[in-house]
């Protein structure tokens, strides 16, 4: 039942409004924002935003113990302009971190959270756990949500890792809170596939403004692959180009295999396209002077 009414949201929320704009302009440098390795998350807001985002908070928590002893980092910010409060995760940042993220997919059995049959990668669920569980985002954001008397919308946002972490908070916080599912907006790029098929049928079902954005032959995507139970929620936003001003895109389902969806394209074995997203330069961003 839950997976058949999904197919019917998952239909009418491929005609839902994406804007082009709101990614280009705004959600692109407000995930890339939490990508710091050297520096402050403020600091790398303001290239993009030039004071209008403010950062409330930053959190960290460990997210490698195989390999390193590196940190997964979140931030809640207010952008009083789009009267928005923001959340955004970082992505992959190492060659250790990457390690372990394939090793802990790949090679762990899948997890179950939200409820019974939702299974998820291992290493996405200790995560986004340790972010939900462990540390004050969670309180954080429902004390200003009601210190702006329930009026800003939550924009949640992150690239790659920080895009499957992103999705799982969007999920949660839908649950747990279903009066804010409606000010909600889910925004990620290059986010791989984050659980089995009731993950995504759960998660189309609660979260009502969700987009995947994908930059042509991204690698990330594509995995990891569905013949290990694993598969995309909607809406994929698929630009077959790249990515500049007035180029075209494709709404898709996550199931659709035509040319113009990710699924209908063969990705490349090198990692460009996930590295530029809307012209700019994922690794480098933050560090740029």
């Known amino acids: 039942m839950l997976q058949l009414l999904a197919i019917c949201l998952a239909f009418l929320s491929a005609f839902a409004l994406y804007d082009d704009n709101l990614a280009r302009d705004k959600f692109i440098g407000l995930a890339l924002g939490a990508h710091v390795v050297n520096g402050t998350v403020q600091s790398c807001l303001d290239k993009v935003f030039d004071g209008d985002v403010q950062v409330h908070k930053t959190y960290s928590v460990p ?31 190492s060659g250790d ?3 372990e993220e394939v090793v802990k997919t790949l090679f762990r059995p899948q997890v179950r959270l939200f409820h019974d049959k939702v299974l998820v990668a291992q290493y996405f669920a200790e995560t986004f756990n340790l972010f939900w569980s462990k540390t004050a985002l969670k309180n954080d954001l429902l004390k200003l949500e009601l210190l702006r008397l329930n009026s ?35 925004y990620t790029f290059g986010q791989p596939r984050v659980g089995n098929r009731e993950y995504a049928a759960l998660h189309n079902l609660e979260v009502e403004e969700s987009y995947r954005v994908v930059h042509n032959q991204d690698l990330v995507p594509n995995i990891p692959f569905p013949l290990m139970n694993y598969y995309h929620h909607d809406n994929e936003i698929y630009y077959k180009n790249d990515m500049s001003v007035k180029k075209a895109y494709a709404v898709c389902s996550a199931e659709d295999q035509s040319k113009l969806c990710q699924g209908g394209n063969q990705p490349s074995m090198e ?19």
């Not at 972490?165 to 809170?177: D, E």
């Open 271 to 289: 990692i460009k396209d996930h590295l530029n997203y809307f012209g700019i330069d994922v690794e480098k961003h933050c560090d740029e002077n």
């Open 63 to 93: 997210c490698n113990n195989l390999y390193s002893n590196e940190t997964c980092l979140a931030y809640i910010a207010i952008y009083k302009k789009s009267q928005a409060i923001v959340i955004g995760f970082r992505g992959t940042v």
């Open 97 to 99: 971190q990457f390690k």
């Open 152 to 186: 800003y919308r939550i924009w949640i946002t992150g690239h790659s890792l920080g895009g499957a972490i992103a999705a799982l908070t969007a999920t949660q916080l839908a649950l747990s809170y279903p009066l804010l599912k409606p000010r909600i907006s889910l």
